[in-house]
């Protein structure tokens, strides 16, 4: 099943500080892409995979209140 990056870091027990720095980008950075305003590019993208656990293929980019 697909999760959003938040679901993602929250079901993992990571702020966004936390999360942030594992993944080498500022808070800012991570939120942007969290409220899909933003997109991770291929090396954030492996680094999220690492440290989510999880393929790209289970990520949606999309925050759920879109719409």
Known sequence: MAMTLKA??????LGQKEAAEKIGV?????SNWERGKS?????????IEE????TYADINFLPSNIG
Request: aromatic fraction near 12%; charged fraction near 15%.
């Open 51 to 54: 440290l989510y656990n999880t």
């Open 26 to 30: 500022r808070v800012e950075t991570l």
């Open 8 to 13: 993602l870091r929250v079901n993992m027990g």
């Open 39 to 47: 997109f991770p590019t291929v090396p954030y993208i492996n680094k």
